[in-house]
């Protein structure tokens, strides 16, 4: 791939509960740029809009934004790099801020036919008073946090509230989910607003119990399995739903779909939509750099193809 010399502000840490997530990714990010021939700059955000602007000066050519987490992910580190006029990766404001609620954005799929959970927000203190508009099982969950961080699974007969509900820290309401059993599937999608998007594999994620935190990104705290070992239909129908939430949500550059698979249901019953992350992680345990090798795109090739299709979105 033949590049003109850029110069690339890689946004990484920042200050969410997927600090050092981000850090990972935005470190390997930054390397495979340098060996494309980018003039990359790396910078730790700090929550001081003084410290960020200073050091996006002079202003680079691109912003490679590797933040995950409240205020990278949600639109708006987005706005801010809007207002300055920096093209940037990923999507812009809105798309980040609808895929980063993770209510409105079913609510948004629903209309497009796609099946979800049966959800609710629910306030904290009546999920701790069990005030719940749910039968176990269920799943209580940050409406708007990525990297499955403060999940809590609840099944029949368990301790009420559910344990560790009592360190909760991410506001006063949370997504109360019907528990769909079964299979995590994963889909990442490719696509800019000038070009139809493209789904690249389903991967069937493997973890001892539940895939949390430590399951993404602990080094063999899962196991990822491309292409997933799942009937036609139902790989049909996830990526046509990754590319559906994409293209609805309004999102660009990179995206990665997740779902639960029922596989004990007929057809494609038991496929649901569970969320569209519009930062999906770049680390090395990280699912888009893995589907992409699979379609035989480089790790640098990927991150370049980012930085070519960054965009100013309004």
Known sequence: MSIEKKSVAVLMGGWSAEREVSLVSGKGCAAALREKGYDVKEIDVKRDLDDLTAQLTPRPDVVFNALHGKFGEDGCIQGVLEIMGIPYTHSGPMASSLAMNKQKSKEIMMTAGVPCPEGHLVTIDDIRKNIVPLKPPYVVKPNDEGSSVGVYIVRDGDNKPPL???KWA???IALVEQFIPGRELTVSVMGTKNEKAQALAVTDIISPDFYDYDAKYAQGGSRHVIPADVPTAVSDAAMQYAIT???KLGCSGVTRTDFRYND???GTSGLFYLETNTQPGMTPTSLVPEQAAHKGISFGDLVAWMVE??????
Do not use: F, R, S, W
């Open 164 to 166: 560790g509900l009592e």
């Open 170 to 172: 991410y506001g006063k």
């Open 245 to 247: 939430a994409h293209e």
């Open 264 to 266: 004990n249901m007929p």
């Open 309 to 314: 299709n960054a965009t100013i979105h309004t």
